[in-house]
């Protein structure tokens, strides 16, 4: 009986042996999973990519899993996936591993290399040109209402947009976009990679990054106002300043061209030579060429005669 019970205890040893070995064999599998709340990126091999008519009814189920899924993770754990999962990526790449200071064009990289970002988290940051709001699918089962629909810009897109769809967005952007403005700068996203989605532009049929994710951040440069004021009033002082300087400068300047001016005038009066007035030395010499005329008074010759 003893023989017995030490044979099933040293079994349950092997059986939660083995458990605990293969769990760590699938993490390591997967190195892109450093986080318990991060999806399976096989979750995603079934969404079908660059498929005209946007999220297929066969991808509903999971398109509404993954909002929900994201609705109930913190953002900080999301954004310390993304960089996680950035880090990888950069260390797989040549350049970027021997030059940590380049900055990664993740678009670009997301673009091209889409199956590589399936089911990990990407933070993304750029301008919104377009944010508009819809009421969810009423069937989804996550209690989901609404949803918002945004189209970022990054840097590094060359114009090209990111889709994304979220589930919350700041106050000020509820209603969309704010009122008389058709951009706003300084927005980052965090979240997963659905698909590659089909839009219609004006000229073709185009394609663009599909992401879902939690919330839109908004952070608008403030600005000071009293500061402002104060920058505005020292430059006004600069300008008057400047102009009342080049002012008496050209003053200045144009005194000088006077005085220069009366110099000229009397050293030239003074310097007049006279003498220019006189005979010219070619008519004195013509002068010395005529012969002398005797007058009357001269002594008269002697009569042949006499």
């Not at 960089?83 to 797989?92: D, T, V």
Request: hydrophobic residues 35%; glycine residues 4%; charged residues 25%.
């Amino acid at each position: 009986m003893l023989s017995y019970i030490r044979i099933l205890g040293a079994a349950v040893c092997l059986a939660v042996t083995a458990s605990q070995t293969s769990v760590a064999d699938e993490s390591q599998a997967d190195p892109f999973r450093p986080f318990p709340d991060q999806l399976a990126p096989s979750l995603f091999n079934e969404v079908k990519d660059k498929a005209f008519g946007g999220v297929m009814d066969e991808e509903k189920a999971l398109y509404y899993y993954v909002l929900k899924h994201l609705r109930e993770t913190s953002l900080k754990d999301q954004k310390q996936a993304a960089a996680f999962n950035l880090q990888q990526r950069r260390s797989e790449i040549k350049t970027y591993r021997d030059h940590p200071e380049r900055e990664f064009p993740v678009f670009l990289d997301l673009f091209k290399n889409s199956d590589r970002y399936k089911g990990r988290p990407v933070t993304l940051t750029g301008r919104v040109r377009k944010l508009i709001h819809y009421p969810a699918a009423e069937d989804n089962q996550y209690g989901i209402k609404t949803l918002y629909e945004a189209w970022l810009f990054t840097d590094d897109s060359q114009q090209n947009p990111t889709v994304v769809i979220c589930t919350e967005v700041p106050p000020a952007l509820k209603d969309g976009l704010p009122e008389g403005t058709d951009v706003i700068d300084h927005v980052t996203v965090t979240g997963y990679l659905f698909k590659m989605y089909v839009y219609n532009a004006q000229d073709t049929s185009r394609v663009a990054p599909l992401i879902l994710a939690k919330q839109l951040e908004w952070n608008p440069r403030t600005v000071d106002e009293r500061g402002s004021r104060l920058f505005s009033q020292i430059l006004a002082g600069t300008l008057v300043v400047l102009i009342v300087g080049i002012a008496i400068v050209m003053w200045k300047a144009s005194q000088r061209d006077k005085r220069f001016r009366e110099r000229r005038l009397q050293k030239s009066q003074t310097e007049v030579d006279f003498s220019q007035l006189e005979s010219s030395p070619e008519k004195t010499q013509s002068e010395k060429a005529t012969p002398e005329i005797k007058t009357s008074e001269s002594k008269p010759q002697a009569d042949s005669d006499t």
